[in-house]
């Protein structure tokens, strides 16, 4: 899949996160060329953005968690 372009540590309060934004294209995803000139193609092609479409809800999903996680750090820091 994606390769990693971005990562960020974060250490506080003893514990440490490590967060990982992968990079995100058409052309990583597969889908920058797509072909619809011919209905196999364009079957092949809604296959292939089903495919991003799932990635993308991945990596959302995971940097929702991410912040998240750093919210609830931020709240606990005691220098706020």
Not at 12 to 18: E, F, R, S
Not at 43 to 70: C, F, H, M, P, T
């Amino acid at each position: 899949n994606c390769v990693s372009d971005a990562i960020l540590v974060i250490s506080a309060l003893g514990q440490i996160l490590d967060i990982r934004i992968p990079t995100v294209s058409l052309e990583e995803l597969g889908i920058k060329n797509l072909d619809l000139t011919t209905a196999e193609s364009s079957w092949e092609g809604i296959d292939s953005v089903k495919g991003a479409i799932s990635y993308i809800s991945s990596v959302r999903s995971r940097l929702g968690a991410y912040q998240n996680r750093l919210e609830h750090t931020m709240l606990r820091l005691p220098f706020r």
